[in-house]
């Protein structure tokens, strides 16, 4: 997939959602730290929304060309995007309770966004990324199988709106951490 897009994407990608909750961790400044996370979050979130509720059902009644042609830009960036990212969200909640202090005497809420996050990176890093994968060699191949490009699509359509709802609890779970419980 790498190699189908741009080498300063790839870069971009990978090192930003990475490198910048360890930059904000060794701050030592929670205002750098609460920020980065925010803007990671916000990332994955909106994300998250724009594939499970706009994406996926455009994407659903496009011809089958048309669908082809929009995942083979679409699916390898997402892909190369979105694990990064995940990655770098919850790592940097993480540090960010670990900066709080949190750790020390943890919420039953602060338990459940762990939880709520392991769940996510598994089904990010699992069956979301065999979906996008599977789309990726779909559209690769020399006869691209439109009923197996769509099925996977839709399966991986039913499965954004899972990890949608995820990343609702898991939002909601933060404001219990915010409010003591």
Do not use: C, Q
């Amino acid at each position: 997939m790498a190699d189908s897009v741009s080498r300063l994407f790839v870069i971009g990608a990978v090192v930003v959602p990475l490198v910048f909750p360890i930059l904000g961790y060794l701050s030592n400044d929670l205002r750098v730290m609460f920020t980065v996370h925010l803007i990671l979050g916000a990332f994955w979130f909106g994300t998250a929304v724009l594939g499970a509720v706009v994406l996926g059902p455009v994407m659903g009644n496009l011809s089958d060309e048309a669908n082809a042609e929009f995942a083979e830009g679409f699916v390898p960036r997402m892909n190369l995007l979105m694990e990064p990212v995940s990655v770098g969200a919850i790592g940097s909640g993480i540090g960010l309770a670990d900066m709080m202090g949190l750790w020390a005497a943890p919420t039953s809420s602060l338990w459940a966004s762990l939880v709520l996050a392991v769940a996510l990176l598994v089904l990010g890093f699992g069956p979301l990324h065999k979906f996008t994968a599977g789309m990726f060699d779909e559209i690769a191949a020399d006869e691209t199988d439109h009923e197996r490009l769509a099925s996977l699509n839709k399966k991986y359509g039913m499965l954004s709106l899972v990890e949608l709802v995820l990343m609702i609890a898991i939002v909601a779970t933060m404001s219990g951490i915010r409010w003591g419980f």
